[in-house]
């Protein structure tokens, strides 16, 4: 995203996000001091610190932004009618053995020969440490739907056939580019 500041002879500067905070020479000769990146976002209209698309739909949401248009993604007949969908970007995992590997390693020591082997191999797996990894992030994504396509949207179950549907929104088009793996639900 590109931003712009203005010297105070009235010229305007288009400046990046990586020249927040820095200064630039003017044309006539005077030192413009570029804002930091948060005063930058705020002038624009945007959030102090939006982070990822996620923030940004968000943001939109409060602001009444979304959902965009007033035809149906469905029929195209116009309505005011919104049927929420739900994008999962990440889901929390745990590396590490799980509840049960502690009562296998046991019963392989107790009844299968060579129990040593079943030892060690289960003392390096009994020792690793349980960790959770990721984080559970997911954003309503509402959109326009006629209600006579309320039972026929919530019945669609192939993930492509909703991404497309999401894709005719830009901010959920950036959404799925950002997160592909997304799984989405109605």
């Known amino acids: 995203m590109s931003y712009s500041t203005s010297c105070e002879c009235g010229q305007t500067h288009p400046v990046s996000a990586s020249q927040a905070g820095t200064e630039l020479n003017c044309s006539c000769g005077r030192r413009v001091s570029v804002p930091l990146l ?17 923030d940004e739909i968000r943001r939109m949401l409060r ?9 149906c993604v469905l029929s195209g007949l116009p309505t005011r009618e919104v049927c929420n969908l739900y994008v999962h ?18 019963l392989s020591i107790l009844f299968l020969p060579f129990w040593w082997v079943w ?7 009994l020792d690793e440490e349980r960790r959770e990894l990721g984080r559970d992030r997911s ?11 309320h ?6 179950r192939s993930q492509a056939k909703l991404r497309s549907l999401l894709r005719t929104v830009p901010v959920y088009a950036k959404l799925l580019d950002e997160f592909p793996k997304a799984k989405i639900t109605t």
């Open 119 to 125: 030892f060690l191999i289960g003392k390096s797996v």
């Open 38 to 54: 948060s005063e930058l976002r705020q002038a624009a209209g945007q959030r102090a610190y939006e982070t990822s698309t996620i």
């Open 89 to 106: 970007c990440e889901t929390k995992w745990v590396k590490g053995p799980k509840e049960w590997t502690f009562y296998v390693v046991i």
């Open 139 to 149: 954003v309503q994504t509402p959109l326009r739907v006629h209600p006579d396509y």
């Open 63 to 71: 602001d009444g932004d979304l959902p965009a248009g007033d035809l």
């Open 151 to 156: 039972d026929q949207l919530r019945r669609i």
